[in-house]
């Protein structure tokens, strides 16, 4: 199980995009995501005269480090850490530390 799932909101904690949050595009070896609108680069595209796509330059999301992001926490809207418990009918969630709101339902 994962502190971090795809379609998380998150917050970026660290590099050149610090401070900016987005959703969790996808999770790339348990180690790496994608989030939407953080660690934007620019891709050059080749075009193809055959299918009709003019060359172009386009923003593109690059994955980072799992460790440089954390969830965001709705009713305070900051970075929150995320530890793990087990619920009485012994199912496994994860939940808000400085709260201790359950994250999954």
């Known amino acids: 199980m994962r ?3 795809s379609g998380d909101d998150v ?3 660290t590099g050149k995009d610090k401070g ?3 959703k969790v595009i996808r999770v790339i070896q348990n180690e790496r995501i994608v989030v ?11 075009g193809n005269q055959l299918k009709g796509v ?5 923003d593109k999301e ?5 460790s440089n992001v954390a969830l965001i926490n709705p009713t305070t809207n900051k970075a929150d850490k995320v530890g793990f418990k087990f619920l009485n009918d ?3 969630v994860r939940y808000f530390k400085s709260n201790g709101e359950v994250l999954d339902s």
Do not use: C, F, T, W
């Open 11 to 13: 917050m970026v904690i």
């Open 36 to 46: 939407e609108n953080a660690n934007l680069v620019k891709k050059h595209v080749k």
């Open 62 to 66: 690059m994955p980072i480090h799992i």
């Open 20 to 22: 900016k949050s987005g």
């Open 54 to 58: 003019a060359g172009d330059i386009v």
């Open 90 to 92: 012994g199912r496994k």
């Open 3 to 5: 502190k971090i799932r």
